[in-house]
Each structure stands twice: as structure tokens, then as C-alpha cells.
């Protein structure tokens, strides 16, 4: 995965926004797998984003949940900014998967304002894609300070999504209404999929310019299990050249140095989520074990 050069806030919301459409058009072709149960029609869900007047707007319960959530920082050029943690949840994801990201997200703290200990967690807010399953979200993120605010659709199926059926590429279309949401709402919006875990909190020299994530980036050193056992090392290749993909160490953890660097690691689909939320647990158990505690490479981040 190569390195992309920064963008301006505005310039950067527009690609974002042209870049995930055009994302989302190509799964409408996208092959469903046969044996992967499934009641989601991928046009019928794109259409239940529209009124005839054009997309809808964000939810009175997310305006408030946003509200409450964001957290007000001093980017590196002086200006005040409004951040926003966003993700997305299905039914099974509360089995396990959950619990071990909202972990992740509250190992990562700082001051607040007024001097007491603040966390990212307390600054997520989570659509839930599944009918019903609200209370069950609320019970695993009240424990963490998060917010869950239902953005249900009755097709979406309580199961593990299997990849390739129509449920797991409707996720897309969540994914991309819940960050058009919450930028429609002023604020920064950093979108975490369930799958990652974070390494150490983002420095206000990467939150400035309005940026906005999906899922592993390479704006900010985010590695991917996808890519390979130890992500994609990217130091020292130039722009628009391919990453080396390093390999275990004997001892069977990554490169020290390599490791270091991380802010995220993207654990990908592997089995279901309670398969990831274990490989999830694994990778942070090395990093703790090889780097030191999460969180102790951040960079300070100056609370408004």
C-alpha cells in the first residue's frame, strides 16, 4: 500500500465522498456468495439511504450522540478541530469482537481539559446495522463511556456476515452513510472498523486538514494483517512504489522498529469475528510484549 500525499480538509471530503461511491457502485455487481444465507438486496439498501428529496439526514439521536462525543483539540497549525470516533456494529460483533476494540480504544488516554484522565472510547459513536440489537450494543459500550445510536435495516441478518454475501458488502453502504453523517455534523470524523486496534492516539500534527479514515490508511502508518503477518513496511520506499511485506521474526513476532510505528493494526476477515477479535487480542499481546504498554508512543494532544 502506497503512501498518498496530504489533502486539504475540503479537497479531502470530496474524495473521500467520490471514492466510496464509486466503491459502492462496483459491489452492486459484486457476486453473492450461494451458501452465505442472506435477505440484504444491495440495491434496495442503497435506495433506503434516499427520500425523494436526496439522502437523508443525520438522525436526531445521532445529532446528540455526536454532540456529546466530540472531542475539541489544537491541531498542529494553532486551529481548533472537533473530532469524532465513528464505527459501525452488527449483532454478532457483541459476542466478542466488541468488547476487545472498545478496549483497545480506552487503553488509548490522555489529560483532559481539566486535568483529569480522558480515553478515546468515551469519543465513539457506533451505528448499529441490526434491528434489536441496540440494547445489546449499549450494554458493552456504556462499560467504555461509547455511544450506540440504531441505523438498523431489517435485511441485515444477526449472523456472522460471510464474506462475499450481499450482508458483508452492505456494510459499505453503513460505512459510507455513517461518515457523510457525521461530516455533515461539522465535525472530523476518524471511521475505526471493529477490526482494528489501536497502537497509540493520532498527534495533532495528523489531525489537522479535516481528515477522514476508513478502515486501515496509509496516512498514518496503519497496518493491515491483510497485507501481511507484520502489515506493509513502508519506510524508506518512495511515493507510489509498493511496500515491503515483512515476515515473522524467528521468535514469531514483527520487527521491533516496524512495530513501533504503528498506530493501528487492521485485522482483516479471518473466520468469523470471534476468530478476529482472537488474532485481535494476539497482535496486541506481542506489541505489549515487544514494543511496551499501549498508548506509550503517542504524541502529546493538546485538549480544548
Not at 116 to 138: F, P, Y
Amino acid at each position: 500500500m502506497d503512501h498518498q500525499p496530504a489533502c486539504s480538509g475540503g479537497g479531502f471530503r470530496v474524495f473521500i465522498r467520490v471514492f466510496l461511491s464509486a466503491f459502492l457502485l462496483a459491489l452492486l455487481a459484486a457476486p453473492a456468495n450461494g451458501d452465505a444465507p442472506t435477505n440484504v438486496s444491495l440495491p434496495d439498501l442503497a435506495n433506503s439511504f434516499w427520500t425523494p428529496n436526496g439522502i437523508k439526514l443525520p438522525s436526531r439521536e445521532l445529532v446528540d450522540a455526536v454532540r456529546r462525543a466530540k472531542l475539541p483539540v489544537l491541531d498542529a497549525f494553532g486551529h481548533r478541530r472537533e473530532v469524532v470516533l465513528m464505527s459501525i456494529a452488527s449483532e454478532f460483533a457483541f459476542q466478542r469482537l466488541f468488547d476487545v476494540f472498545l478496549t483497545s480504544l480506552q487503553n488509548i488516554t490522555f489529560p483532559s481539559k481539566d486535568g483529569s484522565l480522558d480515553n478515546l472510547a468515551k469519543h465513539l459513536v457506533i451505528n448499529v446495522m441490526t434491528t434489536g440489537s441496540i440494547e445489546r450494543c449499549a450494554a458493552i459500550a456504556t462499560k467504555y463511556g461509547s455511544a450506540c445510536v440504531s441505523f438498523a435495516n431489517s435485511a441485515f441478518s444477526s449472523g456472522n456476515f460471510h464474506v462475499h454475501s450481499n450482508d458483508f458488502y452492505g456494510i459499505g453502504f453503513t460505512k459510507t452513510a455513517t461518515i457523510l453523517d457525521g461530516l455533515t455534523l461539522g465535525v472530523d470524523v476518524l471511521f475505526l472498523d471493529a477490526g482494528d486496534m489501536q497502537r497509540r492516539r493520532i498527534s495533532p500534527v495528523e489531525m489537522h486538514q479535516g481528515r477522514c479514515t476508513a478502515g486501515a490508511s496509509p496516512l498514518l502508518d496503519f497496518a493491515s494483517r491483510l497485507q501481511g503477518a507484520c502489515g506493509c513496511d513502508l519506510r524508506g520506499v518512495p511515493f507510489f512504489h509498493n511496500g515491503k511485506l515483512p515476515p515473522r521474526m524467528p521468535d514469531g513476532t514483527c520487527e521491533p522498529a516496524l512495530m513501533s510505528e504503528w498506530y493501528n493494526y487492521h485485522m482483516p476477515c479471518a473466520g468469523d469475528m470471534n476468530d478476529k477479535s482472537r488474532l485481535m487480542q494476539e497482535y496486541a499481546d506481542m506489541y505489549v510484549r515487544v514494543v511496551g504498554p499501549i498508548n506509550s508512543k503517542s504524541a502529546p494532544l493538546h485538549v480544548l
